[in-house]
Nanobody, 121 residues
Framework: VQLQASGGGLVQVGGSLRLSCAAS??????YAWFRQAPGKEREFVAT????????FYTEFVKGRFTISRDNANNTVYLQMNSLKTEDTAVYYC?????????????????WGQGTLVTVSS
């Protein structure tokens, strides 16, 4: 089972990026995005339920980021708009199959390799 994250890059303040996370080998019930900025701990960003009907965001990205999923292709996305310099981080996708919304990293037992997002002023 692998989670392959992609879509990171360099963008200016106010710009947009869309991250993708493709799962191979199985389908998970819940996906999430976490991020880790230099010198900081990994933090929760967003999560989505099996059918996409339930989503939850950290307050820092609410209204700017949107998590979605394509179950036919086992892919989850994170659309990031109105990016700020403080959004600069390595973004990780994570997944589990326990069927509930979780914001703690310990809930997730499958992780992608991370993709770097750099927002410049």
């Amino acid at each position: 089972v692998q989670l392959q994250a992609s879509g990171g890059g360099l963008v200016q303040v106010g710009g947009s990026l869309r991250l993708s996370c493709a799962a191979s080998g199985r389908t998970f019930s819940n996906y999430a995005w976490f991020r880790q900025a230099p010198g900081k701990e990994r933090e929760f960003v967003a999560t989505i339920s099996r059918n996409g009907g339930n989503t939850f965001y950290t307050e820092f990205v609410k209204g700017r980021f949107t998590i979605s999923r394509d179950n036919a292709n086992n892919t989850v996305y994170l659309q990031m708009n109105s990016l700020k310099t403080e959004d600069t981080a390595v973004y990780y996708c994570a997944a589990h199959s326990r069927g509930f919304i979780g914001t703690q990293a310990s809930t997730y037992d499958n992780w992608g390799q991370g993709t770097l997002v750099t927002v410049s002023s």
